[in-house]
């Protein structure tokens, strides 16, 4: 049955887990009394649309239905899962939890956005406080995964783990901060890099964007892949984090540091910080950069991804089943996946190399459903493509849902002859036709596959003898 949110506020956060929810096959409820909400998340929505599912190697499920609603209780009542983003303002807060409580269920678990509040004040005159938790999360909230989910004394063992299952069910990492503490983890380093960055503004050391330079041409790409004691560990040597401390650790208490104090936020160096951000980025309206900022995670996590490594590992445990043989008779659906953001090219549309790239996936997953695994490649036996052929006929652009569907021309002795056709729904987008041939492993050279192959790929080979040849099967350059 599809899960329900109920999103309370649909601004930068609210839209970003009404998109997340959404595109995770959640039907989503949204309540804000700004008329220019449903706008906002719909420019939201768009852009979640051409980043999140490409993220994934395999199909999402289907998006679920999205509503607004005038009336808070009617978008709240079936929800499974309620999640405030209102102003970062208490009273308003504890005004929307009562509303909420009045005409939720029981077990629905109710997350706050909220950056700084800890539970324990957000519960504060609750009618349940046992129902609502922080989930603190990071914006973009459908591309990046942390989600701070952050429990007082009076939530139980089992909200907190129900309120994990469903974060990790919708592609989040949550985790879980044990003693509640004002702003959390994360935004408690974010403010101390930020006065110090202050400082620099102010005392005329740096400007915002030299400010940035340091932090994205260098420390910032390791904090993406390892975080700070990860790296620091490396950065002690062989001979560790014990000596990593003792050689920097003193230097914290250099008078350079200033974290202790904030420097006043006096109306000229506000002028000053916005003026040297406007000469640094004002070029691009702020849609621009969440394109621009989208794209570059999205680059960046697929990267993590093929390492299975942090943000990257999530995407991988979070990624739906590759497509099964289902029908032998048909042709065999070997690829189904939205096109990622790192696929297109400077014309707009997936780049020439991306094509053979999903044709090579839809070849690999065909080897697996004839029993051509990992383990059998372990084994000693592979398939070598000897020779490919594309068209391109039509183009298809980032988000787009893309399915492959494999026909066998021939497979037989140790050649395998695979045609693919790529579409977009009902439109035809590209012919990938392959001849693959069967090698040892060992010797380097063409060698019968198993039994156990050939006999599985014979019987598709056979039952796809009967379907009509295929519309530019053979054909050489320029014969279309
Ligand atoms: N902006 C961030 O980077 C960020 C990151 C993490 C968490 N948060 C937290 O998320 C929450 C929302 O922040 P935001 O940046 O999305 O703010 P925002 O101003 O963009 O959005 C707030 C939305 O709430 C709506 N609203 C106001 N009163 C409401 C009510 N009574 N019921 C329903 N909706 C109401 C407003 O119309 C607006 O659309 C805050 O608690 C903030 O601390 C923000």
Redesign the pocket.
């Not at 309540?31 to 700004?34: A, I, V």
């Given at each position: 049955m599809t899960q329900i949110a109920a999103i309370?506020?649909?601004?930068?956060?609210?839209g970003g887990w009404a998109a997340r929810f959404l595109l995770m096959g959640w039907d989503v409820r949204v309540?804000?009394?700004?008329p220019e909400?449903e706008r906002?998340i719909n420019e939201v929505l768009a852009n979640a649309r051409r980043s999140l599912p490409g993220l994934s190697d395999t199909a999402m499920p289907d998006e679920g239905r999205l509503s607004f609603h005038a009336d808070?209780a009617e978008a709240v009542g079936p929800a499974d899962w309620i999640q405030e983003?209102?102003?970062?303002r208490l009273e308003?807060k504890h005004?929307?939890f009562a509303q909420v409580q009045a005409a939720c269920r029981e077990d629905a678990i109710i997350g706050?956005?909220?950056?700084?509040f800890k539970p324990s004040e957000l519960q504060e005159g609750a009618a349940r406080p046992a129902q609502i938790v922080v989930t603190?999360?990071?914006?973009p909230v459908y591309l990046l995964p942390l989600i701070e989910l952050v429990p007082s004394p009076a939530n139980d063992a089992a909200t907190v783990q129900k309120a994990k299952d469903i974060l990790t069910s919708i592609g989040c990492f949550p985790l879980h901060v044990r003693k509640e503490i004002d702003a959390h983890i994360a935004d408690r380093f974010l403010e101390a890099v930020w006065r110090e960055a202050l400082w620099l503004i102010k005392d005329g050391i740096a400007t915002t964007e030299e400010i940035d330079e340091a932090i994205r041409m260098g420390f910032g790409l390791r904090w993406a892949q390892m975080g700070l004691f990860e790296t620091y560990r490396i950065a002690g040597g062989e001979a560790g984090m014990k000596h990593f401390i003792e050689q920097f650790g003193p230097c914290l208490s250099w008078p350079w540091t200033k974290l202790m104090d904030v420097p006043e936020l006096t109306d000229e160096l506000v002028d000053q910080i916005a003026s040297q951000s406007d000469a640094q980025s004002g070029k691009h309206s702020i849609r621009e950069l969440e394109r621009i900022r989208d794209t570059n995670l999205v680059a960046m996590m697929r990267a993590l991804k093929a390492q299975d490594w942090g943000a990257g590992a999530v995407l991988n445990r979070a990624q739906p089943a590759k497509p099964e043989l289902e029908d032998s008779a048909l042709p065999i659906v070997t690829v189904q996946r939205a096109v990622p953001l790192d696929w297109t090219d400077y014309n707009g549309h997936m780049n020439e190399a991306r094509y053979l790239q999903a044709f090579g996936d839809a070849t690999d997953r065909f080897m697996e459903m004839i029993g051509c695994d990992g383990d059998y490649i372990a084994s000693g036996g592979s398939y070598f493509t000897a020779e490919t052929h594309i068209r391109h006929l039509d183009e298809v652009h980032a988000g787009a849902s893309i399915r492959v569907e494999t026909q066998v021309l021939l497979g037989q002795g140790k050649k395998m002859h695979l045609f693919h056709r790529m579409y977009e729904g009902g439109r035809l987008l590209a012919t990938g036709e392959h001849m693959l041939i069967h090698v040892s492993l060992e010797t380097r050279r063409a060698s019968e596959p198993s039994v156990a192959i050939a006999t599985k790929l014979g019987e598709i080979a056979a039952s796809h003898a009967s379907l009509p040849a295929p519309e530019g099967a053979g054909a050489a350059i320029g014969k279309r």
């Open positions: 309370l506020g649909g601004g930068v956060i609210g309540f804000d009394p700004d909400a906002k808070l983003s209102v102003p970062e308003i005004k929307v706050s956005s909220t950056s700084g603190h999360p990071f914006n």
